[in-house]
């Protein structure tokens, strides 16, 4: 699976967009970008994942260049609820099987009342 | 719907003993995978179980194993422990359908403690 960059901390205020970017330089045709929160003490979260457009759900947004060598995790109201480590992970997916998930050191989101 | 439940939640080992770590998939669900986390190391990919085959694994030693069960509820073993396996014990669990794509659901782990 490609290697990830992250930043290592981030703070956004409380009801502001956060906007976690991740560098996937190396990523490969056939590989999905997956992002994956844990709060502290939990398990991880799925959040969303896409492969070339741009994704909206319940949670977040994604935004992936059209190079596919970056994308952007938008929350557009962060909440205090929202502060954990964000995952941005890059993974070759073939349906019916789960490859490992290669964890980075994530982006630590501190969301300031 | 039920999520995916580890079984301990905390448990306290010595040296060279053995544990063994449950796992109860979201239902409908038959990929299991584990993963080891560790301050030092962060999330590690111990290995993936689908149908009762292992499928995939990490870089791990041979202590630890694992297996599925016809139900797709997993367990995994460790032995002879040692004092860095210490950590947090994630098992995750999805539906590994052509039409699924991929993401998986974590539980809130067993931690192990090695004394």
């Known amino acids: 699976d490609a290697k990830t960059t992250q930043p290592t901390s981030m703070d956004c205020a409380e009801g502001r967009a956060a906007n976690l970017p991740c560098n996937h330089s190396?990523?490969?045709?056939?590989?999905?970008v997956y992002w994956y929160r844990q709060i502290h003490s939990q398990g991880p979260q799925y959040i969303i994942h896409?492969?070339?457009n741009n994704e909206t759900n319940e949670m977040a947004s994604l935004i992936i260049t059209e190079d596919r060598k970056s994308s952007t995790l938008i929350l557009p109201h962060a909440t205090l609820r929202d502060t954990a480590v964000y995952y941005c992970?890059?993974?070759?997916?073939?349906?019916?099987?789960?490859?490992?998930?290669?964890f980075g050191k994530g982006t630590h989101l501190i969301i300031q009342p | 719907k039920a999520g995916v439940t580890q079984t301990p939640r905390y448990l306290i080992k010595t040296r060279g003993q053995q544990v063994t770590l449950s796992c109860s998939p979201i239902?409908?669900?038959?990929?299991v995978s584990w993963y080891q986390q560790t301050p030092g190391q962060g999330l590690q990919f111990l290995f993936e179980?689908?149908?009762?085959?292992?499928?995939n694994k990490g870089n791990f030693p041979g202590r630890f194993s694992g297996r599925q069960f016809s139900n797709s509820r997993s367990e995994m073993n460790v032995s002879t422990l040692e004092l860095g396996d210490s950590a947090l014990y994630l098992c995750?669990?999805?539906?590994?359908?052509?039409?699924?794509?991929?993401?998986?659901?974590f539980g809130e782990g067993s931690r192990l403690t090695v004394l």
């Open positions: 239902s409908g669900h038959r990929s």
């Open positions: 992970i890059v993974r070759r997916y073939s349906g019916g099987g789960a490859d490992g998930l290669t």
């Open positions: 190396t990523i490969s045709g056939n590989e999905y």
């Open positions: 896409g492969l070339k």
């Open positions: 995750a669990s999805s539906l590994a359908r052509q039409t699924n794509t991929g993401e998986l659901f």
């Open positions: 179980y689908f149908s009762e085959t292992q499928r």
